[in-house]
Nanobody, 124 residues
Framework: QVQLLESGGGLVQAGGSLRLSCAAS????????MGWFRQAPGKEREYVAA?????????EYSDSVQGRFTISHDNEKNMGYLQMNSLKPEDTAVYYC????????????????WGQGTQVTVFS
């Protein structure tokens, strides 16, 4: 069992930056991938970014955030991060951290553990 806790959300003006954190606890050795998803009101949960924890550390991004967001993971601290720059109003959503034992990197159903989410609101 892995527990995930997101933090760092808040209210930010368009063009600004936020850094989200995801603290993992419990049986942290079992997860190999960490991802970030977001969900706006009335919309489906959307893939944002993912990172391979143990092997190559390869990262993947959705087209909507590529070039603006950076995902990272500290294996010693069991801590994931999502650096968000050049934020836009359309980035407003609840952001969720997720971890998987194995699975498709951009599919929510492939992830085994989820945090409760943190609200990010971007105003113009």
């Amino acid at each position: 069992q892995v527990q995930l806790l997101e933090s760092g959300g808040g209210l930010v003006q368009a063009g600004g930056s936020l850094r989200l954190s995801c603290a993992a606890s419990g049986q942290t050795s079992v997860y190999t991938n960490m991802g970030w998803f977001r969900q706006a009101p009335g919309k489906e949960r959307e893939y944002v970014a993912a990172i391979s924890r143990w092997s190559s550390g390869i990262t993947e991004y959705s087209d909507s955030v590529q070039g603006r967001f950076t995902i990272s993971h500290d294996n010693e601290k069991n801590m994931g991060y999502l650096q968000m720059n050049s934020l836009k109003p359309e980035d407003t959503a609840v952001y969720y951290c997720a971890a998987s034992i194995v699975g498709t990197w951009n599919a929510p159903a492939s992830y085994d553990f989820w945090g409760q989410g943190t609200q990010v609101t971007v105003f113009s």
